[in-house]
């Protein structure tokens, strides 16, 4: 769906922001950029739709040069979520979501049907809210109105900068878990900046982790946590919070789906792997590279079974702790 070939960004002080990046974003696909500040995420993101040209490579979508689309077509197609809050202050909340409808030249009843079909979608009201000034909504709902508003003209992309870094936790949360829903209904390409792991792994089908403008890898969170590419993947996605798995049984994540009362000692059982509940999150980790699944056992007695996906879930979770 979006292809980066070699790209590379220099910018005029010699500064290269991207450095060869080389991935395709497949189609329906929720892919995540992260890394630390200043290693080139906005500026993979602006090149995307063309708010900055790369000085090298290419970037093709759906296999069409990106250079070869009338630029207001692909930027109509392409929706775009920041950061800070983008609403335009003297237009109303339908004014705000129809900007690109109109520019599509949609019939007035077609836009206004939109506007309130997609305030329901996220829950607000369309009586109440369609009327109002931005300043007359809290900073989670005007955040909200820059997500619908990305998509009011029902573009097949969308990208997402930081989108909810400026928000409280809990106005975070609750978009998160409306964008992870939004995404298995409507089914977009959607590409989303964080520096956030525990959003990255709550959001993601799959996470490129960056680094000094280099993509050092691009994977599935399971398969990121079971073969990190180097040091840095392994210290960004593992929690140094959690020390022992402990800390799971507590919480109760661990131990919840255990199929039965199969002796994980037992090789019958057919868990290749057991360890002590008091195993370090690192070593399980290190295992779960070998075996898919691990079982977990206290004082000889077996209380659960632990995948890379029970892991990703946890610690996604985590950010309801912090
Ligand atoms: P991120 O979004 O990951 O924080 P950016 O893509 O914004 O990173 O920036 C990557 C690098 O490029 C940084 O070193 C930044 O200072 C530099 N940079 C960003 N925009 C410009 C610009 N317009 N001119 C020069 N350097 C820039
Ligand atoms: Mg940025």
């Known amino acids: 769906m979006i292809r980066f070939e070699k790209v590379t960004k220099e910018y005029k002080d010699g500064i290269k922001a991207v450095h060869s990046l080389d991935v395709e974003i497949k189609k329906g696909e929720f892919f995540v950029f992260i890394g ?14 063309r708010l900055i040209d790369s000085t090298e490579g290419s970037i093709y979508i759906q296999g069409k040069n990106i250079h070869e689309y009338d630029i207001h077509e692909l930027r109509w197609n392409i929706g775009y979520v920041l950061q800070q809050i ?37 829950g607000m009201d369309p009586k109440t809210f369609k009327k109002r000034k931005p300043n007359e909504l809290s900073g989670g709902q005007q955040q909200r109105i820059g997500v619908i508003r990305a998509l009011a003209a029902d573009p097949d992309i969308i990208l997402m900068d930081e989108p909810f870094s400026a928000l409280d936790p809990i106005s975070r949360e609750k978009l998160q878990m409306d964008i992870a829903d939004l995404q298995k ?7 989303f900046v964080t520096h956030d792991m525990q959003e990255a792994l709550a959001l993601g089908d799959r996470i490129g982790i960056m680094r000094d403008g280099i993509l ?47 002796n994980p000692i037992d090789p019958a059982s057919g868990y290749s792997s057991v360890v002590s509940a008091e195993t370090s999150l690192d ?27 029970t892991i990703v879930k946890h610690l996604a979770e985590m950010r309801a702790a912090r």
């Open 86 to 122: 983008a609403l335009f202050p003297h237009m109303t909340i339908e004014e705000n979501i129809s900007i690109v409808p109109e520019l599509r030249k949609w019939n007035k009843e077609k836009v206004s049907r939109r506007v309130d079909e997609l305030l329901e979608m996220v």
């Open 283 to 309: 070593e399980v980790i290190r295992q779960l590279a070998e075996s898919d699944a691990i079982a977990v056992e206290k004082d000889g007695i077996a209380i659960g079974v632990l995948t890379s996906q």
């Open 36 to 49: 630390p500040s200043g290693c080139g995420k906005t500026t993979t993101m602006k090149m995307i739709n």
């Open 216 to 262: 050092v890898q691009a994977d599935t969170p399971e398969n990121l946590l079971k073969n990190p590419a180097d040091d840095f993947v392994k210290e960004f996605i593992g929690n140094r919070s959690i020390h022992t798995l402990s800390a799971f049984n507590n919480e109760d994540i661990l131990v919840k789906d255990l199929e039965s009362k199969l």
């Open 185 to 191: 209904r409507i089914q977009k390409t959607i590409v």
